[in-house]
């Protein structure tokens, strides 16, 4: 993913798909209509990674929406956490959000 994406309706992410992200690029799901369907298996695993392999390297995923429908299984998030998610906290996965933002296992 060559730039930041804010997802404003479903998106489902199938088992064994790799999603690679450029330097400083994050996907926000949105308050609202935004939904994250992340199902990989446990053989065919979803990676979320940076297009290089270092830590740091892509800025997050940030949850604002507050569907129950979010859900992630038997997914890799890995090189992300570069920037500030909230005051002087980073993270990989940031969750916040005025409806209560959720996201199942």
């Known amino acids: 993913m060559t730039k930041t994406i804010d997802v404003t309706h ?7 798909v790799v999603i690679a992200f450029e330097r400083d ?3 926000t799901i ?3 209509e ?3 369907m992340v ?7 979803i ?9 740091g390297f ?9 569907s129950n429908a979010n859900t992630m299984e038997y997914v890799e998030v890995r090189n ?7 005051s002087t906290t980073k993270a990989a996965l940031f969750v916040a959000g005025s409806s209560k933002a959720q996201i199942s296992q």
């Open 10 to 16: 479903e998106l489902t992410i199938n088992p064994g």
């Open 25 to 27: 690029v994050r996907m």
């Open 30 to 32: 949105t308050d609202g």
């Open 34 to 36: 935004g939904v994250l």
């Open 39 to 45: 199902k990989g298996t446990h053989h065919q695993r």
């Open 47 to 55: 990676k979320l990674i940076g297009v290089q392999n270092s830590k």
């Open 58 to 66: 892509w800025a997050r995923l940030t949850l604002y929406s507050g």
């Open 80 to 86: 992300t956490g570069n920037r500030t998610a909230y």
